[in-house]
């Protein structure tokens, strides 16, 4: 499916007031499948076609938005070829020819120029390294384990562990600290995480268990510091996991069986750490 008949569908569910779930929901679908429509990854079949063009109530033609200019173009050529039939004037298709290789060449050069257009937007980079966005304004957020930082036009903003630098003058030092040890705002940075997938790529559900994440990774980094896997927050992993299985891959029971291991892995935790701690015991005697 090409973008343009993506931003079609999109255009159409708004006009129509729904959400993507919403629209998954009366065509028995999943959501990711219209997720993947609207971003041109993947292209509806024939019966959902249908389906669609019947809830919008249009035709197929309305639905896939063939080119008014494409048809006025054609139009335009029959018109010329029974003017040439009726009064004999090959001067006139002659004409009429070279304004059609006009219009096809103007239409190409205006879309080749949209789709360029299109790839200037908004660059959008989400991995392991962080989030970075560049528009094309030249305007940057940056999100990663090192903090927060913002180049705009007027402004240029760095939150990160030395504390809130704006316009090259410090607002506040050592914003995020815990005792002695500095401390990276994981709440702040899931929000933001949050924020963007849900702009940029409408996952605000089931983008909302990125939360989940918060008390699972700084429970494992404290339980890394003290060395005491009790301290780690096992059932909000599986509550995280729980939910990941059962949203985008519908797996409710079959997950459910997760909540088994909650008992068994602070049995083992328990049983190493008693073992760690005589051993310790044995070391210091």
């Known amino acids: 499916m090409n973008l343009e008949i993506a931003n079609r569908l999109v255009g159409l569910r708004k006009e129509n007031k729904l959400s993507q779930e919403a629209l998954a929901e009366k065509l028995g679908i ?30 197929l033609d309305e639905l896939l938005k063939i080119h008014e200019e494409e048809n006025e173009l054609a139009e335009e050529e029959e018109q010329a070829t029974t003017d040439l039939v ?31 257009d299109q790839q200037a937007a908004d660059d959008v980079h989400i991995g392991l390294n962080g989030i970075h966005v560049r528009d094309k304004k030249g305007e940057e957020v940056h999100i990663s384990w090192n903090g927060i930082h913002v180049h705009s036009q007027e402004d240029e903003v760095h939150i990160d562990k030395n504390g809130i630098i704006v316009n090259g003058e410090k607002v506040q030092k050592h914003l995020f600290r815990h005792g002695d040890k500095e401390e990276f705002p994981l709440g702040l940075f899931s929000i933001v995480i949050y924020i963007v997938i849900g702009v940029f790529f409408d996952l605000w559900h089931p983008g909302w268990m990125l939360f989940l994440l918060v008390p699972v990774v700084s429970s494992l980094i404290q339980a890394v510091r003290c060395r005491n896997a009790s301290l780690f927050a096992y059932p909000c992993l599986i509550v995280f996991l ?44």
């Not at 990711?32 to 919008?56: C, F, G, H, M």
């Not at 009726?86 to 120029?113: H, K």
């Not at 935790?269 to 210091?284: K, L, M, V, W």
């Open 30 to 59: 999943s959501r990711q499948a219209v997720s993947k429509w609207e971003r041109a990854e993947a292209s509806p079949d024939t019966d959902n076609l249908i389906a669609l063009a019947k809830l919008y109530h249009v035709s």
């Open 86 to 116: 009726l009064t004999g004037e090959s001067t006139y298709r002659d004409g009429m020819e070279e304004r059609a290789d006009s219009d096809r060449t103007a239409y190409t050069e205006g879309r080749r120029r949209e789709k360029n």
């Open 242 to 285: 729980y939910l990941y299985m059962g949203f985008i891959h519908s797996m409710w029971h079959l997950a459910g069986l997760l909540f088994l291991t909650i008992p068994l892995y602070y049995s083992l935790a328990e049983y190493f750490g008693r073992n760690r701690r005589i051993e310790e015991e044995e070391q210091e005697q």
